[in-house]
């Protein structure tokens, strides 16, 4: 496709359960960033993948959070144990690596909600 | 430390009154991109403009302006005639100069302002 695509785009699990969420940016974005946003609240940086590599993973909550990327490809971000706190939309975004930041394209999100 | 604030959480004005959403930056580094996104009710984040550190000149397109000031670390938007379906969340974010190495850094988002036009 043409814009970064996430699925699902909903998911309800029960406490304790692990869920993957699956983000396919868009072709040649070789850079690609998972964000999580409460409700009402702004984005909140967890971890930006260049190619399969994650220079930067500072922004993971706690250990029950992961995630993976294959080559510059799908990346999937896997919660472990969740907890109710964990309801939130996660957005994935990618974007072209170069000498000048280029501007990051959005998905959806995937709205997940614990129950 | 990265670090984008947006003060205004909420803004609600009457169609075609001219509204600016404000964003204030902390950086150490002299390479820096700031951005501006929009949020409609259907999530999706929209792209606006990007901005670089060592481009101060002031952008108009359409109704959109954004205006960055270095010396005040800002980078204001301002819709001109606002509209109903301006109605959205703006977001305003920063990064840092690509690693040599490790290419594009990461965005840090401000908290978001909540705009309101009202008709």
């Known amino acids: 496709g043409a814009g970064v695509s996430q699925s699902p785009s909903n998911k309800v699990t029960e406490k304790g359960k692990d869920v993957e969420l699956r983000c396919d940016p868009i072709?040649?974005?070789?850079?690609l960033y998972w964000y999580r946003q409460r409700l009402g609240q702004g984005l909140e940086f967890l971890i930006y993948?260049?190619?399969?590599?994650?220079?930067?993973k500072s922004g993971l909550p706690s250990d029950r959070f992961s995630a993976e990327r294959t080559g510059e490809s799908v990346s999937t971000l896997t919660i472990q144990r969740t907890q109710q706190e964990d309801s939130a939309v996660y957005l994935c975004?990618?974007?072209?690596?170069?000498?000048?930041?280029?501007?990051?394209?959005f998905g959806q999100g995937t709205r997940l909600t614990v129950v | 430390a990265q670090k984008v604030t947006q003060a205004q959480t909420e803004i609600s004005v009457v169609e075609k009154e001219d509204v600016t959403l404000d964003c204030v930056y902390e950086?150490?580094?002299?390479?820096?991109?700031l951005f501006w996104y929009k949020q409609p009710p259907s999530g999706e984040l929209v792209f606006l403009i990007r901005?670089?550190?060592?481009?101060?000149q002031n952008e108009i397109s359409g109704r959109y302006s954004w205006n960055f000031q270095k010396s005040t670390s800002s980078f204001n938007f301002t819709i001109t005639a606002s509209q109903v379906v301006d109605s959205a969340v703006y977001f305003c974010?920063?990064?840092?100069?690509?690693?040599?190495?490790?290419?594009?850094?990461?965005?840090?988002f401000g908290q978001g302002t909540r705009l309101t036009i009202n008709p």
């Open positions: 975004a990618s974007s072209l690596q170069g000498p000048m930041n280029t501007e990051a394209f």
């Open positions: 072709s040649g974005h070789t850079a």
């Open positions: 993948f260049q190619g399969n590599s994650a220079p930067d």
């Open positions: 950086t150490r580094d002299t390479t820096y991109y």
């Open positions: 901005r670089n550190s060592f481009d101060e």
């Open positions: 974010a920063l990064s840092e100069g690509p690693d040599p190495i490790q290419g594009a850094q990461k965005l840090v």
